[in-house]
């Protein structure tokens, strides 16, 4: 039985570079990958793009209300808008980037995909916001994915970062909408336990 799988960590800790070593893995064995991720995140406008530099289309973005499932099958297919069906290899791996602003009945999609379409599903996402509440895409893959793994990355004091600050104006902030993409007004920055603490004033959201 194919599995779903969710690979997390603290912003700056290698996600998206995993991803694309993922899919150049496959491909370097000549088999087929999708490479998907949320419409919400608009960095790179449709690239899934790794903070060393690396960047690659995503063969297609999930909106909001939209069923990865039916998108799924569709690329998987070779049915893509404006093109006609055609032959094409069946997919080894459905790879997803910033899975944490997927929905929850998105993550059950993909659990789909892997259950019963057969196809191994990798998500990569965030756990927790900059308030450290879970996203509601993370908290569903944490309860549904046959494998978890963390990747792990330091904060600036040199102990492991778990949390995420959001800073507005190189100011640390605990309020506004759960998400802001990074570059638009906002920063973000991994930060262990006691840095986090200090940055906010004690506050945990």
Do not use: W
């Amino acid at each position: 039985m194919a599995k779903l799988y969710f690979r997390y960590g603290a912003m700056n800790s290698g996600k998206s570079t995993s991803l694309l070593q993922a899919a150049f893995n496959y491909e370097e064995r000549g088999q087929r990958v999708l490479l998907a991720k949320p419409s919400v995140d608009t960095k790179g406008e449709g690239e899934v793009i790794s903070r060393l530099g690396l960047t690659r289309a995503a063969d297609f973005l999930v909106p909001p209300e939209a069923s990865v499932r039916d998108l799924f099958t569709a690329h998987a297919a070779g049915r893509e808008p404006g093109t006609l069906d055609i032959d094409v290899p069946s997919v080894a791996c459905l790879l997803v980037d910033e899975a944490q602003f997927l929905t929850t009945e998105q993550v059950e999609d993909l659990f789909r995909i892997a259950v019963i379409d057969g196809v191994p599903v990798l998500a990569y996402g965030i756990r927790t916001d900059f308030r450290t509440r879970a996203f509601a895409g993370s908290a569903r893959l944490l309860e549904l994915a046959h494998s978890l793994e963390e990747l792990k990355t330091i904060c600036r004091c040199g102990r492991k970062a778990v949390l995420t600050t959001r800073t507005v104006g190189g100011r640390v902030v605990l309020d506004g909408d759960q998400v802001a993409i990074d570059g638009q007004r906002v920063a973000y920055e991994a930060r262990c336990g006691t840095c986090y603490l200090d940055a906010s004033g004690d506050r945990l959201g």
